[in-house]
Nanobody, 124 residues
Framework: QLQLVESGGDLVQPGGSLRLSCVAS????????IGWFRQAPGKEREGVSC????????KYSDSAKGRFTISRDNAENTAYLQMNNLKPEDTAIYHC?????????????????WGQGTQVTVSS
């Protein structure tokens, strides 16, 4: 059964850090680009970061650059999103998804098989 399961979300103070995980099953993980997306209440889903099949291509949104790092471990079928210096505006549900397109094109419309998401709340 094809599945992407996110975890690692939590309540954290501004300036804090979190590492999100996306565990894949039911498909050949290394053959797919993986992306992280987020959706805050009342807002559209936005792309955060995506990583190519071998981890050699990594893209970030402007809001994520310099603070977030995407990585993957194909042997463990897992992708990660390390988030540092978190801000209240990072509060959202974070989802991972897969795409058969190159990580050069990380538009959400290219992605599918969305996970259920993990809640990140940044608040003092």
């Amino acid at each position: 059964q094809l599945q992407l399961v996110e975890s690692g979300g939590d309540l954290v103070q501004p300036g804090g850090s979190l590492r999100l995980s996306c565990v894949a099953s039911g498909f050949t993980f290394s053959a797919w680009t993986i992306g992280w997306f987020r959706q805050a209440p009342g807002k559209e889903r936005e792309g955060v970061s995506c990583i190519g099949r071998a981890g050699d291509i990594r893209k970030y949104s402007d809001s994520a650059k310099g603070r977030f790092t995407i990585s993957r471990d194909n042997a463990e079928n897992t992708a990660y999103l390390q988030m540092n210096n978190l801000k209240p505006e990072d509060t959202a549900i974070y989802h991972c998804a897969r795409s058969y397109y190159s990580a050069d094109d990380c538009r959400p419309s290219n992605f599918g098989s969305w996970g259920q998401g993990t809640q990140v709340t940044v608040s003092s």
